[in-house]
């Protein structure tokens, strides 16, 4: 038997996670072109950030589905707040 509650999380999260893409991706057009485009960030773009630093880091919690790219020197705060490393 599946457990309607945790079925409802997860419907929830994925809605967030959906969400969230759609609001960074605005703008990118719809369906496939905008499928290339992600992926062609993460094989071009993101490999050359990532080299100089950059970090990726994944939300949780209510921020599930999030991703957020941070630059060299800056780590993830309370609430999403980025904060500079002294």
Do not use: C
Request: aromatic share 6%; net charge positive.
């Amino acid at each position: 038997a599946t457990d309607p509650i945790a079925v409802g999380d997860k419907e929830k999260r994925l809605k967030r996670r959906k969400s969230l893409e759609a609001s960074v991706t605005l703008g990118l057009g719809h369906g496939k072109k905008k499928q290339r485009l992600v992926e062609a960030f993460y094989s071009a773009v993101w490999p050359v950030l990532n080299d100089a630093g950059w970090a990726l880091v994944k939300g949780e919690g209510g921020e599930a589905g999030a991703t957020y790219f941070l630059p060299p020197g800056v780590t993830m705060g309370n609430r999403g707040e980025n904060k500079d490393k002294e």
